[in-house]
């Protein structure tokens, strides 16, 4: 299942992780710590949606 960002429009797609943050690829979006933050616009989980 894919998450965006509610704020700029990322994708967080577990296949691909977020390895620059130290997301591995296959982490599913409820398995990403909780002080991890979007990659383009610094925004918290809370902030993501599921991608319908």
């Given at each position: 299942m894919k998450y965006?960002?509610?704020v700029c429009g990322y994708v967080?797609?577990?296949?691909?992780?977020d390895p620059d943050s130290g997301v591995e690829p296959g982490t599913e979006f409820a398995d990403i710590p909780e002080d991890w933050v979007c990659p383009l616009c610094g925004v918290g989980k809370e902030d993501f949606s599921i991608l319908e």
């Amino acid at each position: 299942m894919k998450y965006i960002c509610d704020v700029c429009g990322y994708v967080y797609d577990p296949v691909i992780g977020d390895p620059d943050s130290g997301v591995e690829p296959g982490t599913e979006f409820a398995d990403i710590p909780e002080d991890w933050v979007c990659p383009l616009c610094g925004v918290g989980k809370e902030d993501f949606s599921i991608l319908e």
